[in-house]
């Protein structure tokens, strides 16, 4: 195994604690994925578990197909279409997260659109679009290749989607900023609900936002101060 192979994968197994910790991936569903730094047309992705409970042997390595290529008797997530699809039409993007965050899921349902509101949702400035447009056979899970191809489409350029009724997807240019975003926009999702029980709140602009990205969050030290902040939380919790 190549070292940049071996540090992806132990990073996904740490970012999966991580969001559990985090509220994130809170429950027994939910999955983060992270593209394979020495092969663009693979990803690596847990098996079919509970984040909370993945190691390293249940990372699985899987094509832009969502063919899952290590040999085990162990089931894959149903949902990896997600990934797969998203990583086939955005090059860019280098990792992956599907939650369904409580924080969220009322933006999913309601007239009333995610919008950065303070330094936490600065890397939604280009928006959160809904997607709303389910193969109701499959349980409005995103499970067949059209559907999560649709979904890619759906997202396009922009960091993260919202489903109607289901949950988020929230991408990355690397697994850290993956993380760091999944966590800020639930945080800001919570002080968006917070702020329309008072009154109408004053949105960031979209140059305020998108300098705030760049200027704060796309910084390796702000990216490297939060991951450790949140691996240190880990070892505390196992005391």
Known sequence: M????????QELVKANKILYSEKVLFEAFGHISVRNPENPNEFFLSRSLAPMSVEQDDIFTYDLEGNCLTESEKKSYAERVIHSEIYKHNPDVHSVCHNHAQALMPFTVLDIPY??????????????PVYDDYDV???????????????????????AILL????????????????MNSIFMVIDAE?????????????LSYEEARTCDKKTW????????????WCSKLELNKK
């Open 2 to 9: 190549g070292e940049l192979r071996e540090q992806a994968i």
């Open 115 to 128: 919008k950065p509101l303070s330094h936490y949702g600065a890397m939604f400035y280009e928006g959160v």
């Open 137 to 159: 056979s499959d349980g409005m899970l995103i499970r067949n290749k059209e559907e999560g191809e649709r979904v890619a489409r759906c997202l396009g350029q922009k960091r």
């Open 164 to 179: 109607r009724g289901h949950g988020v997807i929230v991408t990355g240019e690397s697994l850290r900023k993956c993380v």
């Open 191 to 203: 002080n968006q609900y917070n702020a329309l029980k008072l009154g109408q709140p004053k949105y």
């Open 218 to 229: 796309n910084m390796d030290i702000s990216q490297e101060r939060a991951w450790n902040f």
